[in-house]
């Protein structure tokens, strides 16, 4: 048996040709090259044969059959005669090996084929438990099985929440239209939660002159299955210059035309034509109340009159608009277009002065559009006397556990892009937050980022928002990291006990926060409580979303119970669904991108590929 050091048959046979090709004998032979090839592979063989056949002595010697690679160089150099002619010799070889007890040359070489097979892969996986960091690298720790499973769980997230995040900060293959084209069928991809509560899904027409047909469904519940009114929205909108505020999007002024309601209950009618004449005294005539499924004018332009402020209506939404262009898949037969409108002020009082600095969820294009949107399909086909119906479902109870990212890069007020990726520890209810933010609306250029960590608490059923679950969230760790040379600049600006040590930022050095009580030039203080509200949904793939507060339009934080949201920011995905419990905060094992999991199969994949490999050579 050879040793695991020594060249495998296929090297020795690859160089001898070239041995032979320096002179020597030529004995008679049409391939006078060959014939000292094939009488050193004869003797070669017959050494590695038993003496003699089973049952007898002292007969001449079975000559083994030649090896499977002898067979591919004999169709290399010598012209074999065809497929024939290996297959007898394969099972010349097949009754010589059972005669000899098994122990032929093709027994030999295969075992010496797998023997080395075996070693390679034992290298491979050696240097991939080096290069991960795992135990191999501290033979003297005493945690050495929870570090391998460390190992594991590093490993597991290069495919999982790092390359989620990964996608995004190269860009996410999105193409974006400046100035962007809206003629079309723009529709929303599931039911919608503006502050109040309103529960609402839109369906936008804009034509080729400039003018626009939008309806407003709204709805009763938060699952958009009870229309209760419908807005009628025309008018006009012309798109200016590119935004001077939020990279990325286009500014436009619109015009309205006409509103019309339709209500879809009579209790609807009544109740909303009460509310209308507290703010418009004697718009709605009391001998004619308004019925269902009749529209009735709001605001008509030749007749100058509005009461809509008794709905906080305002369609300043479309001063701000961004379209988006995706290939789903990389299948180019599959394009999405996506349309983000300018987002609605969290205090309903402030709409009619708001003017957009971020976006609301996208409408997707009906013509292209996910095919998996049912949702899409449904609100394509309504109108005000049609409302769509969305198929019911019931809420998911709330588990804030495992780690979720961002599904694209997010805009806030005050000008900023971000991605987030959340790790809740539901075994002792603690949380950490990597909040990674940037200077351009596709997240390439990172300026700083954020590593939070405190606790929160059990949550319980939102009494205001229908389907919401309300926590109560609090930081008491931090490390700033400035990611550009504005940002260290500007945090060395700070003096004293204000943000970190005084002047000692530098680019890609992370510094805690936590003994100067946050940071000033941040606007974040230590220890910091903030009343939250969350809500859990799964998209048409059956992966799980969570969608926490949308945060406050005036840029405040919600560190009161009345400042809790009652709508939603972008949805986060779930990428794993438990975390590591061995007391090791995901801070310290992750990087600028990463994340960590665990999950068995892949903490055994090694074990488990050396294992079938070692039964397959076993078998062979």
């Not at 349309?339 to 969820?361: E, K």
């Not at 997240?443 to 679950?469: D, E, L, N, Q, W």
């Not at 960590?596 to 590929?609: D, E, I, K, Y």
């Amino acid at each position: 048996m050879p040793a695991w050091g020594a060249p495998s048959p296929l090297e020795g046979w690859g160089r001898e040709p070239r041995r032979l090709a320096s002179g020597g004998s030529q004995p008679r032979s049409s391939s006078p090259r060959r014939e000292p090839l094939r009488r050193r592979e004869q003797e070669r063989w017959a050494a590695a044969a038993p003496a003699s056949p089973p049952g007898g002595s002292g007969g001449p010697r079975a000559r083994p059959p030649p090896p499977p690679s002898r067979r591919i160089l004999c169709e290399d150099y010598e012209g074999c005669r065809g497929a024939q002619r290996f297959r007898g010799a394969a099972e010349a070889r097949r009754r010589a090996g059972r005669r000899g007890g098994g122990g032929g040359g093709g027994e030999l070489e295969m075992s010496c084929l797998c023997g080395c097979l075996v070693r390679y892969l034992f290298l491979a996986l050696l240097l991939h438990g080096l290069g991960e960091g795992s135990a191999l690298l501290h033979p003297d720790s005493r945690s050495y099985p929870q570090s391998l499973e460390k190992s594991a769980w590093r490993t597991f997230k290069e495919s999982q929440c790092h390359h989620m995040l990964k996608h995004l900060h190269n860009g996410a293959r999105i193409t974006v239209q400046m100035p962007p084209t809206i003629e079309g069928h723009w529709v929303s991809t599931g039911c919608e939660v503006r502050s109040g509560p309103e529960f609402i899904t839109r369906s936008y027409r804009f034509y080729h002159n400039n003018t626009f047909k939008a309806y407003q469904f709204y709805y009763g519940g938060n699952h958009c299955t009870n229309p209760i009114y419908t807005l009628v929205i025309r008018g006009k909108v012309r798109l200016r210059q590119a935004s001077w505020i939020i990279r990325g999007g286009t500014e436009a002024d619109y015009q309205l035309h006409n509103i019309q309601i339709i209500c879809h209950s009579e209790s609807v009618a009544e109740r909303l034509s009460q509310l209308v004449n507290c703010t418009c005294p004697g718009f709605v005539p009391e001998d004619k109340p308004w019925e269902q499924n009749v529209s009735y004018d709001l605001w008509r332009e030749e007749n100058g009159y509005e009461c809509t402020r008794a709905l906080n209506f305002a369609m300043h939404e479309l001063q701000l608009i961004r379209v988006e262009k995706q290939y789903l898949h990389h299948n180019l037969d599959h394009l999405v277009e996506e349309l983000f409108l300018g987002d609605i002020h969290t205090d309903p009082a402030q709409r009619m002065y708001y003017r957009p600095s971020s976006y609301q969820p996208p409408l997707q294009n009906a013509k292209n559009h996910d095919h998996s949107c049912i949702a899409c399909r449904i609100i394509y086909r309504s109108d005000e006397h049609h409302p769509p119906i969305l198929p019911p479902k019931a809420d998911l109870t709330i588990g804030l556990h495992g780690e979720w990212v961002s599904q694209r890069c997010e805009v806030r007020p005050e000008v900023l892009f971000l991605t987030r990726h959340f790790i809740f520890h539901d075994n002792n209810h603690t949380w950490e937050g990597h909040y990674y933010h940037y200077s351009d609306p596709i997240c390439k250029h990172p300026t700083f980022t954020i590593y939070a960590k405190g606790r929160y608490s059990r949550g319980v059923h939102s009494s205001s928002v229908m389907g919401g679950t309300e926590f109560v969230f609090k930081v008491n760790h931090m490390k700033v990291t400035p990611m550009d040379i504005a940002t260290a600049s500007l945090l060395n600006v700070f003096n004293g006990n204000e943000c970190g040590a005084e002047r000692s930022w530098q680019v890609g050095i992370q510094q805690d926060v936590t003994h100067t009580n946050g940071c000033v030039a941040l606007g974040i203080r230590l220890p910091h409580t903030e009343y939250e509200i969350f809500k859990m949904e799964q998209d048409a793939k059956g992966r799980y979303l969570l969608y926490n507060g949308q945060r406050p339009s005036d840029g405040s934080s919600p560190d009161r119970p009345e400042k809790r949201a009652t709508s939603y920011q972008m949805a986060l995905i779930q990428c794993t669904s438990s975390i590591p419990r061995l007391g090791e905060s995901s801070e310290e094992k992750l990087g600028w991108y990463s994340s960590g999991r665990a999950f068995t199969p892949a903490r055994n994949f090694g074990a488990l590929v050396l294992a079938v490999m070692v039964t397959v050579c076993t078998v062979l």
